[in-house]
């Protein structure tokens, strides 16, 4: 890991919903650096911030002020065009709803995202990684919520992104399919070194993470490195 160090940088960032009296600032000021290959989990209650802010670093939304690079690009530099392209190359999405096709089975709702990629990951690989393959032919309407966001891991990780971003993916899931989610995500991180950053307020999860920014009312509180890092099959919550 500790190579390529401030791979993605943020640098004062703020934003804040509404003008006049209903203005509210959701990011006062963030900042913290992630080193490539990290396990980085952004931990906070609602209203903190953290979905906010992982919007935009992953550019989908922008920021007030500030700035985010990522391989010392600044996105706000980049322009519409060569932002999107930065996004379909770079960065992987999973967010807490899983946003399936419904009329494509698992392999194909996989290989939209290779689509989006110069160099993506062999699919049978991956669904045998995901523990998907026997699955392949099936409909999002036949798996289980725990099997339809595997899938949507799947469809964010085979185009082998810089960046994996995570939404609360285990928020609509039980314990126990969450901690296999939670399992998946520590090895794929893992197997394909890919940058993970997680949002979640299940303080739990942070145990399993190398880097952990707890937000509060839009401010970084602490950001520290993990010195005892356990695996995922060992959270308890």
Same mark, same amino acid.
């Given at each position: 890991?500790?190579?390529?160090?401030?791979?993605?940088?943020?640098?004062?960032?703020?934003?804040?919903?509404?003008?006049?009296?209903?203005?509210?600032?959701?990011?006062?000021?963030?900042?913290?650096?992630?080193?490539?290959? &990290?396990?980085?989990?952004?931990?906070?209650?609602?209203?903190?911030?953290?979905?906010?802010? $992982?919007?935009?670093?992953? @550019?989908?939304?922008?920021?007030?002020?500030?700035?985010?690079?990522?391989? @010392?690009?600044? $996105?706000?530099?980049?322009? &519409?065009?060569?932002?999107?392209?930065?996004?379909?190359?770079? $960065?992987?999405?999973?967010?807490?709803?899983?946003?399936?096709?419904?009329?494509?089975?698992?392999?194909?709702?996989?290989?939209?995202?290779?689509?989006?990629?110069?160099?993506?990951?062999?699919?049978?690989?991956?669904?045998?990684?995901? &523990?998907?393959?026997?699955?392949?032919?099936?409909?999002?309407?036949?798996?289980?919520?725990?099997?339809?966001?595997?899938?949507?891991?799947?469809?964010?990780?085979?185009?082998?992104?810089?960046?994996? $971003?995570?939404?609360?993916?285990?928020?609509?899931?039980?314990?126990?399919?969450?901690?296999?989610?939670?399992?998946?995500?520590?090895?794929?991180?893992?197997?394909?070194?890919?940058?993970?950053?997680?949002?979640?307020?299940?303080?739990?999860?942070?145990?399993?993470?190398?880097?952990?920014?707890r937000l509060r009312d839009g401010r970084v509180r602490l950001d520290e490195r993990n010195t005892r890092r356990i695996s995922a099959d060992a959270l308890e919550w």
């Amino acid at each position: 890991m500790g190579q390529g160090k401030h791979f993605l940088q943020i640098v004062d960032i703020t934003k804040s919903f509404g003008s006049g009296d209903t203005k509210q600032e959701v990011l006062r000021g963030i900042s913290f650096s992630v080193e490539k290959g &990290e396990f980085c989990v952004l931990l906070g209650p609602s209203g903190s911030g953290k979905s906010t802010l $992982l919007n935009i670093i992953g @550019g989908i939304d922008s920021a007030d002020s500030g700035s985010i690079s990522i391989h @010392g690009d600044n $996105l706000k530099e980049l322009g &519409e065009k060569r932002l999107t392209q930065y996004r379909r190359r770079h $960065l992987g999405y999973v967010f807490q709803q899983y946003n399936l096709i419904p009329n494509l089975n698992v392999r194909e709702n996989i290989e939209v995202g290779a689509y989006l990629s110069d160099a993506p990951l062999d699919t049978d690989e991956l669904l045998h990684t995901l &523990e998907l393959y026997e699955h392949r032919h099936k409909l999002p309407n036949q798996l289980s919520g725990g099997q339809q966001q595997r899938v949507s891991i799947g469809r964010a990780i085979v185009k082998n992104p810089d960046i994996l $971003l995570c939404d609360e993916p285990t928020g609509a899931l039980d314990y126990t399919t969450s901690k296999e989610i939670l399992k998946l995500i520590e090895e794929i991180n893992r197997k394909y070194q890919n940058t993970v950053i997680m949002v979640t307020h299940n303080e739990a999860i942070q145990n399993m993470a190398d880097h952990v920014i707890r937000l509060r009312d839009g401010r970084v509180r602490l950001d520290e490195r993990n010195t005892r890092r356990i695996s995922a099959d060992a959270l308890e919550w």
